[in-house]
Nanobody
Framework: QVQLVESGGGLVQAGDSLRVSCATSERTFSAYNLGWFRRPPGKEREFVGAISWNGLNTFYADSLKGRFTISRDNAKKTVYLEMNSLNPEDTAVYYC????????????????????WGQGTQVTVSS
């Protein structure tokens, strides 16, 4: 069982930047592709972006491309989501998720493809 713990959420103002993190103690962290998802108030969970096990491939939701950046540090067993130019529509609970890569850099958008999930961190953007 891979345990993922998100942190770094909070209350920010429109136009601000924020970085949220997701860490684990899992020994084989570098074998997992990782995704970020979010659940806005009253809506379904949606795909934000993902990064391959080696960091060489990233994939983002079209609407977020250019504002959000995902990176990872396998030595620290942490994945990051950098969010810029935040607006109130970005208010959501943000989740990280892990998927066994088996050496693949395939990054699915489907929540069902991911094996493990964190508990989420709340990001609130005020106008």
């Amino acid at each position: 069982q891979v345990q993922l713990v998100e942190s770094g959420g909070g209350l920010v103002q429109a136009g601000d930047s924020l970085r949220v993190s997701c860490a684990t103690s899992e020994r084989t962290f570098s074998a997992y592709n990782l995704g970020w998802f979010r659940r806005p108030p009253g809506k379904e969970r949606e795909f934000v972006g993902a990064i391959s096990w080696n960091g060489l491939n990233t994939f983002y939701a079209d609407s977020l491309k250019g504002r959000f950046t995902i990176s990872r540090d396998n030595a620290k067993k942490t994945v990051y989501l950098e969010m810029n130019s935040l607006n109130p529509e970005d208010t959501a609970v943000y989740y990280c998720a892990a998927m066994r890569s088996v050496g693949s850099m395939w990054l699915p958008r489907d929540v069902r493809r991911y094996d493990y999930w964190g508990q989420g961190t709340q990001v609130t953007v005020s106008s």
